[in-house]
């Protein structure tokens, strides 16, 4: 059951990522922007525990993480009023890897508990 709910949350939030980087710029209210990379960061940032959660691989899911902010900042090139922004990649891998830290740091202190 488990495995189950881990799937459906890293389908679910790949989806909404996907949604998000799908709306036309000018769609996107004018109050978002000042925020733009904070929200990179935060969406990034719980993306990669959700990727951790379904690869349980520390090293796979950094790659996959950082290879999706790639294909994402890619998509949103050929979204009317939006951009392929080099600063949003270097956001949302910085995201991921900060996560993949948090839980290697996690993880090597619930093995020196054991």
């Given at each position: 059951m488990r495995r189950k709910i881990e799937t459906i949350a890293f389908i679910l939030y790949?989806?909404?990522i996907f949604l998000l980087s799908s709306v036309p710029g000018k769609n996107i209210p004018s109050s978002v922007s000042p925020y733009s990379l904070l929200l990179h960061f935060t969406l990034y940032f719980f993306y990669g525990l959700v990727i951790f959660l379904f690869f349980r691989n520390l090293f796979f899911s950094s790659i996959f993480g950082i290879l999706y902010g790639l294909s994402d900042e890619i998509h949103?090139?050929?979204?009317p009023g939006r951009s392929c922004d080099p600063v949003d990649f270097l956001v949302?891998?910085?995201a991921v890897?900060?996560?993949?830290?948090?839980?290697y740091g996690w993880k090597r202190l619930s093995m020196a508990k054991h």
């Open positions: 790949t989806l909404l949103q090139y050929f979204v949302d891998s910085t890897l900060v996560s993949m830290a948090i839980v």
